[in-house]
């Protein structure tokens, strides 16, 4: 199990940026495929973006295609989720995910991850 410590967040008037940061504990932390989630009140989780465990790969919702970048920095086990020209419907709790068992395969499936963060929120104001 890895432990996932989420920071950055907060309110934003629409147009804005925010960076959130995801801090992993352990020393794998650059074999994981690592996902940023998110879910608004009354909806279901979505998924927001994902990134192979070297960095090289990375997949979008398209929801957010365009606007927001996902990064990793292996050498601090830090995942990253960069999000600009944010809109009101980017509102939402955001979470960070880890998948410690497809190393070689990005998911965009809630229940292929094993490790959550523990949520931070993201608001943003018309």
């Known amino acids: 199990q890895v432990q996932l410590v989420q920071s950055g967040g907060g309110l934003v008037q629409a147009g804005g940026s925010l960076r959130l940061s995801c801090t992993a504990s352990?020393?794998?932390?650059?074999?994981?495929?690592m996902g940023w989630f998110r879910q608004a009140p009354g909806n279901e989780r979505e998924f927001v973006a994902a990134i192979s465990f070297n960095g090289y790969i990375t997949y979008y919702g398209d929801s957010v295609k365009g606007r927001f970048t996902i990064s990793r920095d292996n050498a601090k086990n830090t995942l990253y989720l960069q999000m600009n020209s944010l809109k009101p419907e980017d509102t939402a709790v955001y979470y960070c995910?880890?998948?410690?068992?497809?190393?070689?395969?990005?998911?965009?499936?809630?229940?292929?991850?094993?490790?959550w963060g523990q949520g931070t929120q993201v608001t943003v104001s018309s």
């Open positions: 995910a880890a998948d410690r068992n497809h190393m070689h395969r990005i998911t965009t499936a809630t229940h292929d991850y094993d490790d």
């Open positions: 352990g020393r794998t932390f650059n074999r994981y495929v």
